[in-house]
């Protein structure tokens, strides 16, 4: 049986436990697509766990954007990259050193 190079690296992923960091990389690479340039640049995916998609956003505004998008985020996430299985969309306001100020779930 010979195996496309994209499901050799799936089982891969699989198999050393990182395949949540690569479902991750897949959505950071969409992104831009389903939210577009502007918010893209204000807001960004940050971490995926059970199911959770963590959203780090700059500014309040741009985490209230991603808040009123959540579900067509989810939605397009589901069409997209299947398999990354995002339910729901959180969202942290960040300062500018990375640090959590806040949030909007």
Do not use: Y
């Amino acid at each position: 049986m010979l195996l496309g190079l994209r499901e050799i690296l799936r089982r891969t992923a699989r198999t050393l436990g990182i395949e949540p960091a690569m479902h991750l990389a897949e959505i950071r690479a969409a992104w831009t697509e389903i939210v577009g340039p502007p918010l893209a640049e204000a807001a960004e995916p940050r971490s995926l766990r059970g199911g959770v998609l963590v959203i780090a956003a700059a500014h309040a505004l741009a985490a209230q954007e991603v808040g009123l998008r959540r579900e067509t985020i989810v939605r397009e996430l589901g069409r997209r990259v299947p398999r990354a299985a995002v339910r729901r969309v959180c969202v942290v306001v960040v300062s500018g050193s990375g640090r959590r100020r806040g949030g909007v779930s």
